[in-house]
């Protein structure tokens, strides 16, 4: 079901939320369109960009965490989450909501972020979703969904938390009315943008495509690995940026009487990331390790958790100091 | 909820000098601490950091265990220098260990090298304590020099327990009378049938790799030949990354793998 609702009433309605909530939502800054702590001026919130330079990650796994204690967590609302940072949820719920081995810090945020989610209406050059099957609007791991149509917001729900939220509203009587379906123009949009992706990228091999030729590629395209390693700087932006790595190192600043340890990201692309006491260090070489980034994202992580760990956001090529263009890397190594 | 990351505070109740470079920690922790033979812990040396240790000792043993811990990389050389009763943190058991239901009814071989005998120790003296499930336990040992030899003082017992005991030094002393060579050359000297048998492997690199070739050649099945991996493994539970392995990660899959699971990495011997 579709909620509609003025914008007038969704802007004030935002406002009273600010205090409960910390709420985070896409806004232009210095030429960028990145997340931003909500406070006033609703209207200038851009709900339908691609995506934000930070990926939505970042609100369930900081970059640097205390891990030893559990201080209480602060309701967050994230609004403007696109469908290839939510679709990078699915590896990290995986891999941190382990039933047997559950990470306490990341299952309190999830449950303590509400999630909402937007179309794409715009699209940028390293967009690429489609080509890995996810389409340019949300369609999971988000709690509500909202459009942006004129004069008018449509938000719908994806989860209880969603529903609840929606009932508030309902409650608050800012809905003007409720509809089965989103209106005409918002579909036909969606259709277009998913088609200038797709035909933006046609050259591009599928995600089980891709696989095969990383897979492939170990041991018999080292000269390709080599070349494009060759402007690698191991600085890791690729990884920071991406929505699905999600690579730490524990860090322990324990005080004399305190245990503590903080959980920072790392990167694989960082000398010395599985060196090992004895000295022994399968990432040495830095081509294998520049290679194990599309191993690990197209062949080892599928294999393992079902879930493929690129969703085609195309923010390490966007990041890249040497100017590395992953999916360039992908078709020099499937020729 | 359990926090995964924070450690249980312990004691290091005794240091034992195992050879050089080599010693053993007795370890209380505050708490009763279970764990499965061949599961591996994270030991904190407060303010320092932590490395991956599988326990040397008995899982039958509830109050304490104990860590052998060669001096190698940054943590390894910390703990060298500490003394006994300074605090340390525990976290884990963590991991899946040897299988020893599956080793039942079985002749069970042990290969290690080195300090690769510490995890071998704990599945030795599980397989020990219940002895009339298996049909022999064998255990082939090998080190640089007889000086290089940890647990020196225990071999008797188990001997005298019933495991056949088979050792050899690379350079022997003038003391030494037993087997002379890398530790390959006494699966030639044992008798087993490969079909009704099975195998723990842990050592150096390269002996794991010369060790698992000799010991298909001998007709071991990769699925009865147990290697005891080593990566980097940080926060041990299937997350931080650092131990990645093929689609597996040490430190949840492993550290026991069976050759079967995964002789086909281009990385399994580095």
């Not at chain 2, 650092?242 to 026991?256: M, N, Q």
């Amino acid at each position: 079901m579709f909620y509609y609702l003025d914008k007038s009433e969704w802007n004030s309605y935002l406002l009273s939320l600010s205090k409960n909530y910390l709420i985070y939502a896409p806004f232009q800054n210095n030429g960028f369109i990145d997340f931003q702590l909500f406070h006033d001026k609703p209207e200038t919130i851009i709900y339908h960009s691609a995506k934000t330079i930070t990926p939505l990650k970042h609100f369930l796994f900081p970059l640097k965490e205390k891990v030893t204690d559990q201080p209480a967590v602060q309701k967050v609302m994230v609004i403007g989450a696109k469908s290839c940072d939510l679709a990078a949820l699915d590896l990290f719920d995986k891999i941190f909501l382990d039933d047997q081995l559950m990470d306490d810090f990341y299952r309190r945020r999830r449950e303590n972020t509400l999630i909402i989610g937007t179309d794409c209406h715009s699209v940028d050059k390293t967009c690429h979703c489609t080509v890995y099957d996810i389409k340019p609007f949300p369609e999971k791991n988000c709690d509500l969904t909202l459009v942006e149509n004129k004069n008018e917001v449509i938000l719908s729900s994806m989860t209880k938390a969603g529903e609840m939220f929606l009932s508030q509203i309902s409650g608050s009587g800012r809905i003007k009315k409720k509809d089965e379906k989103l209106p005409d123009s918002i579909i036909k949009t969606r259709k277009e943008i998913g088609a200038r992706i797709a035909k933006a990228n046609r050259t591009l091999p599928n995600s089980k495509k891709t696989q095969t030729v990383i897979d492939h590629s170990i041991g018999k395209k080292d000269k390709v690995w080599k070349k494009y390693a060759s402007t690698c700087v191991s600085c890791g932006a690729c990884v920071i940026s991406c929505p699905t790595c999600h690579c730490f190192i524990l860090l322990d600043t324990s005080r004399p009487g305190v245990m503590e340890k903080i959980r920072n990201h790392d990167a694989c692309q960082y000398p010395g990331f599985e060196k090992m006491a004895s000295g022994v260090d399968p990432l040495e070489k830095h081509y294998i390790r520049f290679r194990n980034r599309y191993v690990c994202k197209y062949v080892n992580r599928p294999q393992k958790f079902k879930s493929l760990a690129c969703t085609g956001c195309g923010r390490c090529i966007d990041t890249c100091i040497g100017k590395i263009d992953k999916n360039e890397v992908i078709l020099a190594c499937s020729r | 909820m359990k926090n995964i990351y924070k450690p249980l505070k312990s004691k290091i109740e005794n240091i034992v000098h195992e050879s050089p470079g080599i010693k053993s920690f007795v370890l209380k922790p505050d708490e009763e601490f279970r764990f499965d033979t061949g599961q591996f812990i994270e030991l904190t040396l407060p303010g320092f950091g932590e490395a991956a240790f599988t326990p040397s000792s008995s899982p039958f043993e509830k109050k304490r265990f104990e860590v052998t811990i060669m001096k190698a990389g940054y943590v390894t050389s910390l703990f060298h220098d500490i003394k006994k009763g300074i605090p340390v943190g525990v976290r884990g058991p963590y991991g899946a260990g040897y299988p020893v239901k599956q080793f039942e009814g079985k002749d069970v071989l042990i290969l290690g090298g080195g300090v690769g005998l510490a995890p071998l120790r704990s599945l030795l003296l599980t397989l020990v304590a219940q002895k009339q499930n298996y049909k022999r336990i064998i255990l082939c040992y090998g080190a640089k020099t007889p000086s290089d030899i940890i647990y020196k003082d225990q071999f008797k017992d188990w001997e005298k327990k019933g495991v056949q005991i088979l050792r050899s030094v690379d350079k022997p002393d003038t003391s030494w009378q037993e087997t002379v060579g890398v530790v390959t050359v006494l699966l030639d000297k044992i008798k087993v049938d490969t079909s009704k048998a099975v195998v723990a492997v842990c050592g150096p690199p390269v002996m794991m790799k010369f060790g698992t070739f000799k010991l298909l050649e001998i007709g071991f099945k990769p699925q009865s030949i147990y290697l005891s991996m080593e990566r980097n493994m940080s926060c041990g539970v299937g997350k931080c990354g650092h131990c990645a392995f093929g689609p597996y990660f040490v430190c949840k899959d492993g550290p026991v793998f069976t050759y079967d699971q995964i002789k086909d990495f281009p990385d399994v011997w580095l």
